[in-house]
């Protein structure tokens, strides 16, 4: 007698997921060759050379003892700021200055070592998530607009709506007796993991660091990668159905941000509206990058929601900053619109400045932690061999 198998409602969905998906890779074969080299060209032009130096300087830091210095210098003014504890604070500045996903990483790391409990992580998680403050003046304003004053007002408009986020999100999200005795929790548990950690040299910290950081940007390549494929095929569908271009060069930002806003940028339509759309693809960043944000933390048990909702409303309050500032404030009269339009040579030249200092404070930086964790290990090494010496241990 045969046995037959019964399949269950998600076994057949899989498979009929990946009948579709074979054979959309096979029919659309040419647009899908086009959307990798345009999803390649962007990340090796755009993303890598924006988010590299800032990678590799936050996989550092996570592993040194400079967390701690952070904590006693600016760490009680964050946690004022934001109602957290002052231990969150590299967690701010990573995700503020450094760009996505090294802000949930840095949030994922705290919880990992149990410095920060669940309720905790969650608030981070909840404005921390930010653009890269260079990709953002430089990719954006400058190589799509050309205009740094765009730039400049995208900026604050993305960052003063992660502010009010964080700063109403953790008043509003109290601290209850199981929150206490989560936190409890993590610090004993923080406290009984110090005696089995070991201090990496410093050259064991940069190899980690190197290799941490290309493993994240190669996940963010295969994430553009994929994003840009699902939007080439949707464009497909939609350029048949003449759905009119605003629309679209929408879509492709909810898809994948930058090459979302450079749609929006080439759109023949008003700098204001145009300004407006990319303030909420910035601040929604956009699914590829919630799911490169997603995966750093899938780990724990947080949900997509708590990432999600968060970049949608992150979203809507940068595109109602920027609209105040262009409706409220002279910054694009006719006499400072077209700053680059006119001649190439101050559009190089502007370029060139925020390249220069980009690249030099990142070697200040860089050439300062490596200096630090240097006689960091001589001292305590200087240390251990006094320790031995008073308990009359030989060297």
Same mark, same amino acid.
């Given at each position: 007698?045969? =046995?037959?198998?019964?399949?269950?409602?998600?076994?057949?969905?899989?498979?009929? +997921?990946? /009948? #579709?998906?074979?054979?959309?890779?096979?029919?659309?074969?040419?647009?899908?060759?086009?959307?990798?080299?345009?999803?390649?060209?962007?990340?090796?032009?755009?993303?890598?050379?924006?988010?590299?130096?800032? *990678? $590799?300087?936050?996989?550092?830091?996570?592993?040194?003892?400079?967390?701690?210095?952070?904590?006693?210098?600016?760490?009680?003014?964050? %946690?004022?700021?934001?109602?957290?504890?002052?231990?969150?604070?590299?967690?701010?500045?990573?995700?503020?200055?450094?760009?996505?996903?090294?802000?949930?990483?840095?949030?994922?790391?705290?919880?990992?070592?149990?410095?920060?409990?669940?309720?905790?992580?969650?608030?981070?998680?909840?404005?921390?998530?930010?653009?890269?403050?260079? !990709?953002?003046?430089?990719?954006?304003?400058? %190589?799509?607009?050309?205009?740094?004053?765009?730039?400049?007002?995208?900026?604050?408009? =993305?960052?003063?709506?992660?502010? *009010?986020?964080?700063?109403?999100?953790?008043?509003?999200? +109290?601290?209850?007796? /199981? =929150?206490?005795?989560?936190?409890?929790?993590?610090?004993?548990?923080?406290?009984?993991?110090?005696?089995?950690?070991?201090?990496?040299?410093?050259?064991?910290?940069?190899?980690?660091?190197?290799?941490?950081?290309?493993?994240?940007?190669?996940?963010?390549?295969?994430?553009?990668? *994929?994003?840009?494929?699902?939007?080439?095929?949707?464009?497909?569908?939609?350029?048949?159905?003449?759905?009119?271009? #605003?629309?679209?060069?929408?879509?492709?930002?909810?898809?994948?941000?930058?090459?979302?806003?450079?749609?929006?940028?080439?759109?023949?339509?008003?700098?204001?509206?145009?300004?407006?759309? %990319?303030?909420?693809?910035?601040?929604?960043?956009?699914?590829?990058?919630?799911?490169?944000?997603?995966?750093?933390?899938?780990?724990?048990?947080?949900?997509?929601?708590?990432?999600? *909702?968060?970049?949608?409303?992150?979203?809507?309050?940068?595109?109602?900053?920027?609209?105040? +500032?262009?409706?409220?404030?002279?910054? !694009?009269?006719?006499?400072?619109? %077209?700053? !680059?339009?006119?001649?190439?040579?101050?559009?190089?030249?502007?370029?060139?400045?925020?390249?220069?200092?980009?690249?030099?404070?990142?070697? /200040?930086?860089?050439?300062? $932690?490596?200096?630090?964790?240097?006689?960091?290990?001589?001292?305590?090494?200087?240390?251990?061999?006094?320790?031995?010496?008073?308990?009359?241990?030989?060297?």
């Amino acid at each position: 007698m045969k =046995h037959f198998h019964i399949y269950n409602f998600k076994e057949i969905l899989k498979l009929i +997921l990946f /009948i #579709i998906t074979l054979i959309v890779l096979l029919v659309f074969s040419k647009e899908n060759l086009i959307s990798v080299k345009q999803s390649t060209t962007i990340f090796l032009q755009s993303v890598f050379p924006s988010l590299f130096p800032f *990678i $590799l300087f936050t996989n550092i830091i996570l592993n040194t003892n400079i967390t701690n210095i952070l904590d006693k210098v600016i760490g009680k003014g964050i %946690s004022c700021i934001f109602n957290i504890p002052k231990n969150s604070s590299i967690a701010i500045i990573t995700g503020f200055l450094c760009g996505f996903p090294m802000g949930a990483k840095s949030v994922a790391t705290l919880y990992s070592n149990h410095e920060i409990s669940y309720n905790v992580a969650k608030k981070l998680l909840f404005f921390v998530n930010n653009c890269n403050p260079s !990709f953002i003046l430089s990719t954006i304003g400058i %190589s799509m607009f050309y205009n740094i004053k765009i730039g400049v007002v995208l900026l604050i408009s =993305h960052y003063v709506a992660s502010i *009010i986020m964080g700063i109403i999100y953790t008043r509003l999200n +109290l601290h209850t007796i /199981i =929150h206490e005795k989560d936190d409890f929790l993590n610090r004993f548990n923080k406290k009984s993991s110090k005696t089995c950690t070991k201090n990496d040299t410093f050259f064991n910290i940069i190899k980690k660091g190197i290799s941490n950081s290309f493993i994240t940007l190669g996940t963010i390549l295969g994430f553009i990668i *994929i994003f840009n494929l699902l939007f080439s095929v949707i464009k497909t569908y939609l350029l048949k159905l003449n759905v009119n271009n #605003i629309i679209i060069a929408t879509i492709s930002c909810i898809f994948e941000v930058t090459k979302g806003c450079s749609d929006i940028a080439s759109l023949n339509s008003s700098l204001n509206l145009k300004l407006i759309l %990319s303030s909420f693809g910035l601040g929604f960043s956009g699914l590829c990058i919630v799911s490169q944000i997603y995966s750093t933390i899938s780990d724990f048990k947080f949900k997509f929601s708590d990432i999600v *909702i968060p970049k949608i409303i992150q979203g809507i309050i940068s595109a109602f900053i920027t609209y105040i +500032l262009i409706k409220f404030t002279n910054i !694009f009269n006719t006499s400072t619109l %077209s700053v !680059f339009n006119n001649t190439n040579s101050e559009y190089i030249y502007y370029l060139d400045k925020i390249k220069n200092a980009y690249l030099t404070s990142t070697i /200040i930086i860089i050439l300062g $932690l490596m200096l630090y964790i240097i006689f960091d290990n001589m001292h305590k090494k200087s240390s251990q061999k006094t320790t031995l010496l008073k308990k009359g241990g030989k060297l």
